[in-house]
């Protein structure tokens, strides 16, 4: 199974990261949770916080199959100005490997310049990263090896997509199945 980053930072959309982590761990992958401080304790937008199984610098030497991460006004501030999230968002670029974001997040992309041309993201951040190629009424936008989303309420159609990618469609239809997921 594949082995994915999701980097928690300060202001994170608690809805989209449980939703990322709990889904793509029930797909049977293994996902490291990491926070962008020295701390494993990450705050999220809703004053929520959440233990991360590492920091992102005890992460930097490992191998990692896709790169996502979670939204948040202010999460999405912090991963936007965290030289080593950018400069890992560039590597995973580099490389070809998956590279996923929902929310506001696809902004963070934006700036490390590895989002394509097609996306959505959370409306009104389109006007901080481009409006040609915006998609407004779809719930994930998939582009090469990009993958975004839109906010909170898509974050299970995301997470659902993302195993579909990683782990074969008859997979994400079983446990959209065994999850009672109706869309």
Request: with cysteine.
């Given at each position: 199974?594949a082995?994915?980053?999701?980097?928690?930072?300060?202001?994170?959309?608690?809805?989209e990261a449980?939703?990322?982590?709990?889904?793509l761990r029930?797909a049977?992958?293994?996902i490291i949770?990491?926070?962008?401080?020295?701390?494993?304790?990450?705050?999220?937008a809703?004053f929520?916080t959440?233990q991360?199984?590492?920091?992102?610098?005890n992460v930097?030497n490992?191998?990692?199959?896709?790169?996502?991460?979670?939204?948040?006004?202010l999460?999405t501030?912090?991963?936007?100005?965290?030289?080593?999230?950018?400069e890992l968002l560039?590597?995973?670029k580099?490389?070809d490997k998956?590279i996923?974001?929902?929310?506001?997040?696809p902004?963070?992309?934006h700036t490390a310049g590895?989002l394509?041309?097609?996306y959505?993201c959370?409306?009104?951040?389109?006007?901080k990263?481009?409006e040609t190629?915006y998609?407004?009424?779809?719930?994930?936008?998939?582009?090469?090896?990009?993958?975004t989303?839109?906010?909170?309420a898509?974050a299970?159609?995301?997470a659902?997509?993302?195993?579909?990618?990683?782990?074969?469609?008859p997979?994400?239809e079983?446990l959209k199945?065994?999850?009672?997921v109706?869309h």
């Amino acid at each position: 199974m594949a082995k994915i980053l999701v980097p928690l930072a300060t202001g994170f959309e608690e809805i989209e990261a449980v939703t990322i982590i709990d889904v793509l761990r029930r797909a049977g992958n293994s996902i490291i949770a990491c926070s962008l401080q020295d701390t494993l304790e990450v705050a999220g937008a809703h004053f929520i916080t959440i233990q991360a199984n590492k920091t992102l610098k005890n992460v930097l030497n490992e191998e990692f199959d896709m790169i996502v991460l979670p939204g948040g006004g202010l999460g999405t501030q912090n991963l936007s100005s965290n030289q080593m999230v950018q400069e890992l968002l560039k590597k995973f670029k580099k490389e070809d490997k998956l590279i996923g974001a929902i929310c506001a997040a696809p902004y963070a992309l934006h700036t490390a310049g590895v989002l394509n041309q097609n996306y959505t993201c959370y409306p009104s951040f389109e006007k901080k990263i481009h409006e040609t190629g915006y998609h407004s009424n779809e719930d994930v936008v998939i582009d090469q090896n990009v993958i975004t989303s839109r906010g909170p309420a898509t974050a299970m159609s995301f997470a659902l997509k993302l195993v579909e990618i990683l782990n074969g469609k008859p997979n994400a239809e079983q446990l959209k199945q065994d999850m009672l997921v109706k869309h």
